[in-house]
């Protein structure tokens, strides 16, 4: 079974800052399956970042992904008010076929 | 633009059973393959189940697998959830979203479904 860890639970930072999540894979995942998504209360996710590195429509370039062997980074370079939430990555293949992590809260400072 | 909106969720008992519905718009959705994913409240995703475009191919979750049937009708822009056995451990926000190349591109804004005596 492909176990996903996130880090840390939760991000306390300041509009303006750098934002730097981490997902981990219990086991090899291709990268090119990788993803993240965001969430804002009340509301539905939102596909961020897949493939790892590639931006779904509509997502500003302050948004970035990356990875390496097991590890999965999301960065947002420079953090607005709008980007306040939970961050959810997502691994597609193995057992189950779809995985989430259990999320990253970024909330204000 | 893309929108799907699911219908059909509400309070049921244990052991009793529910279909959710979504209806899809804004794109065609004889050409993807479609999913559902869940969230209890307060917790995380959990993905149920998805369909290929033409419903030959379905894959269901071990936790549901046996109990709900995944369907969809392309003619009438529609994606189901048929849920029986139900479980508390059922109660959560179900959505239903659009699958593609191994993620989740638009979602609905999701359905309740609360599985109490």
């Known amino acids: 079974e492909t176990v996903l860890t996130q880090s840390p639970d939760t991000l306390s930072l300041s509009p303006g800052q750098r934002a730097t999540l981490s997902c981990k894979a219990s086991?090899?995942?291709?990268?090119?399956?990788v993803g993240w998504y965001q969430q804002k209360p009340g509301q539905a996710p939102r596909l961020l970042i897949y493939?790892?590195?590639t931006r779904a429509t509509g997502i500003p370039d302050r948004f970035s992904g990356s990875a390496s062997g097991t590890d999965f980074t999301l960065t947002i370079s420079r953090l607005e008010p709008e980007d306040f939430g939970i961050y959810y990555c997502?691994?597609?293949?193995?057992?189950?076929?779809?995985?989430f992590g259990p999320g990253t809260t970024v909330d204000v400072k | 633009q893309v929108q799907l909106v699911e219908s059909g969720g509400g309070l049921v008992k244990p052991g009793g059973s529910l279909r959710l519905s979504c209806a899809a718009s804004?794109?065609?959705?004889?050409?993807?393959?479609m999913a559902w994913i869940r969230q209890a409240p307060g917790k995380g995703l959990e993905w149920v189940s998805y369909?290929?475009?033409?419903?030959?191919?379905?894959k269901y979750a071990d936790s549901v697998k046996g109990r709900f049937t995944i369907s969809r009708d392309n003619a009438n822009n529609s994606l189901y959830l048929q849920m029986s056995s139900l479980r508390g451990e059922d109660t959560a926000k179900y959505y239903c979203?659009?699958?593609?190349?191994?993620?989740?591109?638009?979602w609905g804004q999701g359905e309740l479904v609360t599985v109490s005596s």
């Open positions: 979203a659009r699958y593609l190349f191994g993620f989740f591109d638009h």
């Open positions: 804004g794109f065609i959705l004889s050409e993807y393959y």
């Open positions: 369909i290929s475009s033409d419903s030959s191919y379905t």
């Open positions: 086991q090899s995942v291709a990268s090119n399956y």
């Open positions: 493939g790892p590195s």
């Open positions: 997502q691994v597609y293949g193995g057992s189950p076929l779809f995985t």
